[in-house]
């Protein structure tokens, strides 16, 4: 069964620095792409980052590029999102995502349970 | 990378159909086959229904169908049931990142 699990979210004042973590298991996480995908509360999805199997591909939306940071470490089966200089628009709860488990690309066709980033002094 | 557009709200009586359209551009919707629909209860993560404009992943009901026309994408639910009120969100790939849907609250009467 394929699970993601999120962690790594919380309180944190404006300009302030969060890492998100994703703990993958139930497929083969070195072969897939991969994603994070933010909900602020009461508002829709807003793709955020993607990064490719080996992670020679890494994208962001304009809204946070410059400022967060993907990566994976595929021998811990782990998606990691690095944030920094925060403001109070990055709050959200953040999913990680899978691409390609059940063999399709560009979609997101696994999501973890969430975690919840609140940017607030 | 503006928001595609859907329509906030959308409903139907158990039974009966019901379409939510996504409307995007030639970069997103229209420049590519890669539209996925995703339904989400309250409080719950996001789930895929339909993927590739019209291909639906096992263990999703023949009751949820999706089509494509230019720049705008369609989700139709048939046979309404009570467990289809939730959420809805289309999204295209849009090359080398993505766009979801405004988002559409799907009532059943």
């Known amino acids: 069964e394929v699970q993601l699990v999120e962690s790594g979210g919380g309180l944190v004042k404006p300009g302030g620095s969060l890492r998100l973590s994703c703990a993958a298991s139930?497929?083969?996480?070195?072969?897939?792409?991969m994603n994070w995908v933010r909900q602020a509360p009461g508002k829709g999805l807003e793709w955020v980052s993607s990064?490719?199997?080996?992670?020679?591909?890494?994208y962001y939306a304009d809204s946070v590029k410059g400022r967060f940071t993907i990566s994976r470490d595929n021998a811990k089966n782990s998606l990691y999102l690095q944030m920094n200089s925060l403001r109070a628009e990055d709050t959200a709860v953040y999913y990680c995502a899978s691409e390609g488990i059940m063999g399709a690309i560009a979609l997101f066709d696994y999501w973890g349970q969430g975690t919840l980033v609140t940017v607030s002094s | 990378q503006s928001a595609l557009t859907q329509p906030p709200s959308a409903s139907g009586s158990p039974g009966q159909s019901v379409t939510i359209s996504c409307t995007g551009t030639?970069?997103?919707?229209?420049?590519?086959?890669?539209v996925s629909w995703y339904q989400q209860h309250p409080g719950k993560a996001p789930k895929l229904m339909i993927y590739?404009?019209?291909k639906r992943p096992s263990g999703v009901p023949d009751r949820f169908s999706g089509s494509k026309s230019g720049n705008t994408a369609s989700l139709t639910v048939s046979g309404l049931q009570a467990e289809d009120e939730a959420d809805y969100y289309c999204?295209?790939?849009?090359?080398?990142?993505?766009?979801f849907g405004t988002g559409t609250k799907v009532t059943v009467l």
């Open positions: 030639s970069s997103d919707v229209g420049g590519y086959n890669y």
């Open positions: 139930g497929f083969t996480f070195s072969s897939y792409s």
């Open positions: 999204s295209s790939y849009a090359g080398s990142n993505y766009v």
């Open positions: 990064i490719s199997s080996s992670s020679s591909h890494i």
């Open positions: 590739e404009v019209s």
